[in-house]
């Protein structure tokens, strides 16, 4: 109980800023009457009571979920089972995502608008379908890349650079309309659930595995799921111009 | 009574969000590695309590940061805006700027996946990598990104040549930076982007591409959540390297007062 009073506390410290920053402006820069706010409260007192039980869960559930996962996936040692699960995950999270389907439409919508398809519904569909599909593929492979390179022990800094030079290549090869959504769809997939899933299962596979470190080994996945997303849309939407 | 039913909706979208990836990996623990889970109870509750929490926290982002987002960049912008002939130059949006910046440093500070990754990353290093350094300097990041991202869109930069110069500047870092760091400052990016930055971030695109005539609000609202989660890692790696420096300096000065 007194866990849960600290964390009311620090969750409403971790909120204050927020305020501040809109009391500030709307306020002080605009000189607007303060009553033009109250319809805001409610929501802010939501957002308040959503952020204390949601970190709560995070540390009581998926933190010790995903390590022990990672712990028993290591100590099975089958190599096949871990890569076979960390695309599932990440393939199958990805594919469900809410926001992801939110900005998949949205996608459509502005490939419609610059001429790239047609503006039927059908074809608004398969385009939002064969977007999250890429993406959900994308991140499929970079949990699958970042547990094999725990695994191996290979250093994460040329993957990752690596893969902004090819981004940046793609960049002057894939349609204009395709850079932003492809460039936006890497931060979309990363989601409250997915984060600490990811960083857990990094955690666990390095502490589990001789000669690998926790804080250089472990981390670094979430990274891939940034860049790959942003290479698969951008080869998609190069490949899409061609044909 | 409107508000329990709204409630009571994203709840059930929360649930479709949660219960798939929960019940996959509790499937492959359970039944595919047969082990047995340690303070079951705990994790169902923390998986009720991730649920809630999250319909709660989507709601009130919707009922309160996005509205709030939408109205400031209306109410800051300069007055001649929406007139296409007056071409108002970028540097008269700056309210807008210091809005931007503000807006999404407080809503990082407050992110949810940043402060349970923080506390994480301080308990493994033995706390050497402190939670308020490690928050602020992810923070800084995501402000500096959504700031230039509105810059871009406000004066009509393509996107590729902002991630172009973020990529320089990070590749020039990670030559520099201290090894450990590394992985960690990639990632930060994108553990500062979820659930109440990104629709503060959509807020703020959408707001602005609105506001200007020129600009398609479906094309150029795109881009702001890319410097959204590439720009952190600068300004996770420039924190290491003043931490680095700082205590190189010291360690200099130690031998000498002896």
């Known amino acids: 109980m007194r866990l849960f009073g600290r964390m009311v506390l620090g969750t409403v410290r971790d909120m204050a800023p927020v305020v501040l920053v809109v009391l500030f402006f709307h306020s002080i820069v605009l000189g607007q009457p303060i009553s033009r706010l109250f319809p805001l409260v409610e929501g802010a007192l939501l957002v308040v009571a959503g952020l204390v039980l949601l970190v709560y869960g995070l540390e009581l559930a998926l933190f010790p979920l995903g390590e022990a996962l990672a712990n028993a996936l290591a100590l099975r040692g089958s190599f096949v089972w871990l890569v076979v699960f960390a695309f599932l995950l990440g393939f199958g999270t990805t594919f469900a995502e809410p926001a992801l389907t939110a900005v998949a439409a949205e996608a459509a919508r502005a490939a419609a608008s610059s001429g790239a398809i047609d503006h039927t519904p059908e074809s608004l569909e398969r385009y939002a379908f064969g977007l999250r599909f890429v993406v959900a593929l994308a991140v499929g492979c970079a949990l699958t890349l970042g547990v094999v390179r725990i695994v191996f022990g290979w250093p994460l800094p040329p993957l990752v650079i690596g893969g902004y030079v090819l981004v940046v290549a793609l960049t002057f090869v894939a349609p204009p309309a395709i850079v932003g959504i492809a460039s936006d769809s890497g931060g979309v997939t990363t989601s409250v659930i997915t984060v600490p899933l990811v960083t857990a299962l990094g955690i666990g596979l390095a502490s589990s595995l001789a000669g690998r470190n926790a804080m250089s080994d472990g981390f670094g996945t979430i990274a891939l799921v940034l860049v790959m997303p942003m290479l698969f849309v951008m080869a998609y939407g190069a490949l899409l111009s061609w044909i | ?258």
């Not at chain 2, 709204?6 to 492959?28: H, I, N, Q, Y």
């Not at chain 2, 169902?44 to 999250?54: D, N, W």
């Not at chain 2, 490690?134 to 990041?141: E, K, S, T």
Request: hydrophobic content about 55%; proline content about 5%; some cysteine.
């Open chain 2, 1 to 258: 009574m409107d508000l329990m039913r709204e409630l009571w909706s994203t709840l059930g979208e929360t649930a479709k969000d949660v219960l798939p990836v929960a019940s996959f990996m509790l499937f492959v623990y359970c039944v595919v590695l047969r082990q047995k889970l340690a303070r079951a109870r705990n994790v169902i509750a923390g998986l009720g309590f991730v649920t809630v929490g999250l319909a709660l926290l989507l709601l009130g982002v919707d009922k309160a940061l996005f509205p709030a987002g939408r109205m400031m960049v209306e109410q800051l912008s300069p007055a001649d805006a929406h007139d296409a002939s007056a071409a108002p130059s970028w540097t008269s949006f700056h309210l807008i700027y210091l809005f931007a910046f503000c807006i999404t440093f407080a809503a990082a500070i407050a992110e949810p996946a940043l402060f349970a990754v923080a506390q994480r990353v301080n308990e493994l290093s033995g706390g050497a990598i402190n939670t308020w350094g490690l928050r602020i300097a992810a923070a800084a990041g995501v402000a500096l990104g959504v700031t230039l991202g509105c810059m871009r869109v406000v004066a009509g930069v393509p996107l590729h040549w902002c991630l172009i110069a973020v990529f320089l500047v990070i590749a020039v870092q990670t030559v520099t930076a201290p090894r450990v760091i590394l992985p960690l400052a990639y990632d930060t990016g994108g553990v500062s982007t979820t659930v109440v930055t990104v629709p503060v971030v959509a807020a703020l695109g959408l707001g602005l591409a609105e506001l200007l005539p020129a600009r398609n609000p479906l094309l150029d609202g795109f881009g702001m959540v890319a410097m959204a989660c590439t720009v952190p890692a600068i300004t996770v790696l420039a924190y290491a390297q003043i931490a680095m420096l700082l205590e190189n300096r010291a360690r200099r000065r130690r031998p000498e007062s002896d």
